[in-house]
């Protein structure tokens, strides 16, 4: 099963959700694969704390133009939607952290004055946390592309692996989480029960299944504080409301001490692999 994991805003828990389910799952003799897509803030492996054996560059191509075939005719200028390219005084100026190496330049040129070379956009890790085969992505200082890093993470995923695939996707509803969650058998929404949880949580879902048409469920994460919006939209939208994180300073404490929730909450272990077999259920896996 291919399940990620995601909110509709920062700070909901969701990591911890995500790190808690894979830990249940190696308990119970079930293979997981762990990705942390959140490559701008990659924080999983604090709480599994991997041993990372492996290291390659995430890029993408980026045009050059060769000054002396250019015809400076301004076509690659004219097609490119991300304004990297400029045609000024008597040379094209290409601006690398701009550019999707979508690579219609090189297309469209007339005269094929423009190769590509790979730019490097961050860092893509690997190795072992106990068990679970582990996989982070990292992007570089001063870029701005997360999804182009979560592409590159995602292209070793097998389109059936037997156990459970589990990716931390970022948080939001923008491009890099569109990137992680396509594909996925099912989606993990984390949210709280507060105004904010529920309008971002509303926003996520409606991309989600409403967009990409991808089942979803609910963990509902520091249960006990806010109001009652989250429940009455689940309900009324059929939403599945998996698993209820009471809103308790055992586990905060733990979090801070970089302990996870099941070893703060050990009794939680069981109602997250009810969680699991009932999402299995749900996807037909």
């Known amino acids: ?5 995601a909110s509709g805003k920062g700070g909901t828990g969701k990591t911890t959700i995500a790190v808690s389910l894979a830990l249940t799952a190696i308990e119970n003799g079930i293979p997981v ?5 959140d ?7 604090l709480f599994l704390r991997p041993e990372l054996q492996q290291s390659m560059a995430a890029s993408i ?25 400029a045609l000024v005084g008597d040379q094209v100026l290409v601006f690398n952290e701009m550019c999707h190496g979508c690579g219609s330049c090189t297309s469209n040129c ?10 490097r956009i961050g860092e893509i890790e690997s190795g072992m946390a106990g068990e679970i085969r582990f996989v982070h992505g990292r992007m570089d200082i001063g870029q701005a592309m997360a999804t182009p890093i979560i592409h590159t993470m995602k292209k070793e995923i097998p389109d059936r692996e037997e156990g459970l695939v589990l ?3 970022p948080p939001g509803s923008a491009c890099p989480v569109v990137g992680t969650v396509s594909g996925m058998d099912y989606v993990l929404m984390v949210t709280e029960p507060t105004p904010f949880g529920f309008h971002d949580l509303r926003q996520a879902v409606n991309l ?16 006990g504080i806010g109001d009652d919006q989250v429940e009455r939209y689940c309900r009324e939208n059929n939403i599945p409301i998996h698993l209820r994180i009471p809103f308790d300073r055992a586990i905060a404490e733990a979090y801070s001490d970089g302990k996870t929730l099941t070893a703060a ?7 997250f692999m009810r969680m699991f077999e009932s999402i299995a259920r749900q996807v037909n896996v």
């Open 1 to 5: 099963m291919k399940l990620a994991i």
């Open 33 to 37: 694969t762990f990705y942390d897509c």
């Open 39 to 45: 490559v701008e803030a990659p924080n999983a492996a």
């Open 61 to 85: 191509p980026v045009p050059e133009i060769d000054q002396d075939l250019c015809t400076l005719c301004g076509q690659c200028v004219e097609v490119c939607a991300y304004n990297a390219l």
């Open 110 to 119: 007339p005269e094929q004055a423009i190769r590509e070379r790979p730019f």
């Open 167 to 169: 990716l931390d996707a």
């Open 208 to 223: 989600v299944r409403g967009e990409m048409d991808i089942p979803v469920g609910v963990v509902l994460n520091r249960d």
């Open 265 to 271: 909450k050990p009794e939680l272990k069981q109602d």
